[in-house]
């Protein structure tokens, strides 16, 4: 059993290697640390926002979605969804939201985790958190979907608007409305970490490999 768990947490750099080659040991938990802060950070920020243009609002109205709420001219942009009869956009994602703030924690943790492990388990602990940004992509893509794809047949412009699915990422026209909707800072700080944490995993095993050949 110590011989199973010491090939998941892999092997320690000798004191002498890490004198002469210190960088080649540090940067890999450089890299995933800050990969973990920059997780963190990102729930303080918006993931996506979406403008939309309609001709009673010159200016545009604008959303902004955190990881575990909404913010912006929200109560404007459900107003105007009722007479095509779409639900407003709070009911959406309301398991993610109750849940992201502890789920973020959790993938900083795994991340910092990583950091330990020397060995092919470490990519494993770290999946999560590279594919953060793909998830609520795919996530925001699925709640948007099916909100245009149910709208209610009994509300006031139902017959004037078909079923669609918005655009979640760049322009697109919805009746008399234009919207436009862009990845927002919580989302490109996610994506940076995510960059960051595949940048640390291949430092880490490029110094770590050759330590786990010599043990074989």
């Not at 002498?16 to 450089?30: N, S």
């Not at 709420?69 to 009722?82: K, Q």
């Not at 291949?202 to 110094?207: P, W």
């Amino acid at each position: 059993m110590l011989d199973r768990l010491g090939r998941i947490i892999g092997p320690r750099a000798p004191s002498e290697k890490l004198t002469v080659h210190r960088m080649r040991y540090l940067w890999p938990t450089l890299c995933l640390a800050g990969a973990a802060i920059l997780i963190i950070i990102s729930v303080f920020m918006p993931y996506w926002s979406l403008v939309l243009h309609a001709p009673q609002y010159p200016q545009g109205l604008v959303v902004h979605a955190f990881l575990n709420h909404l913010d912006g001219d929200v109560r404007e942009i459900d107003g105007l969804n009722h007479y095509i009869g779409m639900r407003p956009l709070d009911e959406a994602a309301q398991f993610e939201k109750s849940i992201s703030i502890f789920a973020i924690g959790a993938l900083a943790l795994l991340v910092l985790a990583a950091t330990f492990i020397h060995s092919p388990w470490s990519a494993l602990l770290a999946l999560p958190a590279i594919l953060l940004p793909a998830v609520f992509l795919a996530d925001l893509y699925y709640w948007l979907s099916n909100f245009g794809q149910n709208l209610d047949p009994t509300a006031a412009l139902s017959s004037a608007i078909e079923p669609f699915t918005p655009t979640i990422l760049g322009e697109g026209i919805i009746g008399q409305f234009k919207t436009v909707g862009y990845a927002d800072l919580g989302l490109l700080v996610a994506s940076a970490a995510s960059i960051l944490i595949v940048v640390g995993l291949y430092l880490q095993r490029r110094a770590y490999k050759p330590l786990t050949e010599t043990q074989e």
